[in-house]
């Protein structure tokens, strides 16, 4: 894995049959980039009462996340959805069936993500502004229909592989380990270890001075912030 840092920061890295992963697909607000800054990113929910459990954690500890919600789990997950806005996260995009949107059409593609936004809309008032294909798995055609949906898309730098049955203690040593400045890390909210693992990684990470921000801090909007922005477009996979 490869780090490429430039004046407004992204990290730039090799994803290999898919497995792997990374790239921010626009770069980061330097100054946030700059301090040493983590977004905690949470897949695939809402998950009723776990995502419930999650947020009491996050709330605890006073840390503000980010959700990339699949529609078909909002639909039956509304309140739940309310309530990860009204605690101040950042909720965004991660289609609406969760499919290999690699394999779709584009028009698909777009619809997929479409979809979900409309119904974080619906649900919640407010326009998501970034996504992430589900399993990373992605190509021009999939990072074009983002684009199309209005949307930006984030990967990450850090994998947890919270999702390979990983005891708490590895899932939090590994992020502990991994995170750098500007730093995204994919976990997945339906994972009871990924919540066991959440006070040892934000304890750990305090420890080594970070400070955890939304991806609405990490990348602001371009209105509020268009001198600090780069967008870049393209990424490997
Ligand atoms: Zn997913």
Known sequence: M????????????????GAVLILLGAGACEAVRREKTVALTFDDGPHGEKTLE????????????????????????RQVLRRIRDMGHTIANHSY????????????ARDEYAACSELIRDVTGQTPRFCRPPGGRTNAAVE???REA??????????????TDLPPEEIARKVAGLVRPGGVVLLHGGVTATIEALPAIIRDLRKKGYRFVTLDELFPAPESHKAGIRRRGGSDS
């Open 97 to 108: 069936t969760h499919p290999n949107l690699t394999e779709l059409s584009p028009a698909a």
């Open 54 to 77: 999650l947020l009491k954690v996050l709330s605890d500890d006073r840390v503000k996340a980010s959700f990339f919600v699949v529609g078909k789990q909002v639909a039956f997950n």
């Open 2 to 17: 490869n780090e490429r840092t430039g004046r407004f920061a992204l990290a730039s890295l090799a994803a290999f049959f």
């Open 144 to 146: 074009r229909a983002g």
């Open 150 to 163: 209005g949307l930006q898309t984030v990967y990450w730098t850090v994998n947890s592989r919270d999702y």
